[in-house]
């Protein structure tokens, strides 16, 4: 099977969890939405044995990593690395973690959609990443920032998604054992609609 840059598959993806922390979670809209979204992925992507790194923006200040988020990356076992830069990319130690896991297709969730994840996102596209945001695991505080930044990265090259459609599009086929781990993880998990 052949597969194109917009098709995400199990050997050439790997997930990227932004700055969904203790101190930032709160401020954004909808943030029950996105935790479970996080929470769903990092379960459903632990099915597929993807790679998974996650950021924290200047933690002294905003706190470590949300507490649900926390428990699914080091049960992933995730790299958390620090950064003060709102790019993940600008940051060399998580450049050089991106790097270093050596694969092509980024599956991101976290905040603040119109900063983090979109400096990210426009980085990571113009160092030819296929970079695939799920939109119900991004937000900010505001509905249009957040609105904007989506319509943005899509215009650049960035794959919209949901994390369901991420975790169905990984599996392929229905007819192997993965499928039956991830639709675990669909019925236990269902999406927070609003």
């Not at 101190?23 to 099915?47: C, D, F, S």
């Not at 597929?48 to 988020?69: D, N, S």
Request: net charge negative.
């Amino acid at each position: 099977m052949i597969l194109r840059a917009n098709q995400l598959d199990v050997d050439r993806a790997f997930v990227l969890v932004i700055d969904l922390q203790e101190k930032l979670v709160p401020l954004v809209r909808h943030r029950e939405r996105v935790i479970a979204a996080g929470r769903r992925l990092l379960e459903g992507t632990r099915v597929f044995k993807l790679p998974v790194l996650a950021t924290e923006q200047y933690p002294k200040g905003l706190g470590r990593t949300h507490e649900t988020i926390r428990n699914g990356l080091e049960l992933s076992q995730a790299t958390i690395l620090e950064k003060p830069t709102f790019s993940a990319w600008a940051e060399a130690a998580v450049r050089e973690a991106i790097l270093g896991i050596d694969r092509p297709q980024v599956i991101m969730v976290g905040v603040e959609a119109h900063v983090c994840i979109q400096q990210t996102t426009l980085d990571l596209i113009s160092r030819d990443y296929d970079v695939f945001v799920c939109a119900d695991g991004v937000s900010s505080r505001s509905r249009f920032d957040c609105e904007r930044s989506l319509e943005r990265m899509r215009q650049e090259g960035a794959f919209v998604t949901s994390v369901e459609s991420v975790l169905f599009e990984l599996c392929h086929r229905c007819d192997t054992p993965e499928f039956k781990g991830m639709l675990e993880v669909v019925k236990e998990t269902p999406p927070a609609d609003d």
